[in-house]
């Protein structure tokens, strides 16, 4: 039961990635405004969802914005995950394996201060809801399932990977690596606020990156 509350959860949250989608451009203000909304959507129905399928065993942040130490850690986070990326890149280079996603990014595009707000809005959107899900509503419900600790988080970093096959096989594999990593920061005891923002740190830097080259 609680694995079919898994896979039935993520497919009505994520619905729309199954769907035909719709003519709005990848990458433009109107997308990264629509994904922000998405997030938030997301984020407060796994906060509602998860508190009364798991109650206490759903761990969340005691306090609605994060403390100083938070936003350090999730800094720490992301500053790792980006080493990590940085590394995939070049290795994906070398054997001339490119991301089909990041390929449809606009080069150069301007840096106005709205592109960047909203930008940023979508990734701390996306940062909640996935890290929501996979390290916290997805461990919690596969350990209720039976799997031990360990397992549940090797599993949702597994599913993590195959949720970014759109990516190509790198991106998948990279999206594994990073759930490894988010996966090491939750057991060792790091909560929500830090890896969100972790996880909205990188994905951040990668969009300002792509837009300056």
């Known amino acids: 039961m ?8 993520y497919a009505l949250l994520w619905l729309d990635l199954f769907l035909p989608q719709s003519p709005i451009d990848p990458f433009s203000l109107s997308w990264f405004g629509i994904l922000a ?8 129905a796994l906060l509602w969802i998860g508190g009364r399928f798991l109650g206490e065993d759903f761990a969340l942040p005691e306090r609605l914005l994060p403390r100083p130490r938070e936003i350090l850690d999730g ?3 992301g500053a790792s995950i980006s080493a990590f990326a940085v590394a ?9 394996i490119s991301n089909p996603l990041f390929a449809l990014y606009p080069q150069a595009r301007a840096l106005r201060f709205t592109t ?12 909640y809801s996935e ?12 350990s ?28 998948a594999v990279m999206a594994g690596i990073f759930a490894l990593v988010f996966s090491f920061y939750r057991i060792r005891g790091a909560r929500l606020h830090a890896l969100a923002l972790g996880h909205a740190v990188y994905d951040l830097a990668i969009f300002l990156t792509l837009s300056m080259v």
């Open 2 to 9: 609680p694995i079919l509350v898994l896979f039935l959860v």
């Open 37 to 44: 909304f998405k997030g938030s959507l997301r984020t407060a």
């Open 75 to 77: 800094l720490g986070i």
């Open 88 to 96: 995939g890149a070049l290795l994906a280079s070398l054997a001339k």
């Open 116 to 127: 960047i707000a909203l930008m940023a809005a979508a990734c701390l959107g996306t940062g």
């Open 131 to 142: 890290e929501l899900f996979f390290r916290f509503f997805a461990v919690g419900a596969l």
């Open 144 to 171: 209720k399932a039976g799997f031990p600790r360990s397992a549940a988080y090797l599993l949702s970093g597994l599913i993590f990977a195959l949720a970014h096959l759109g990516q190509g096989v790198y991106g």
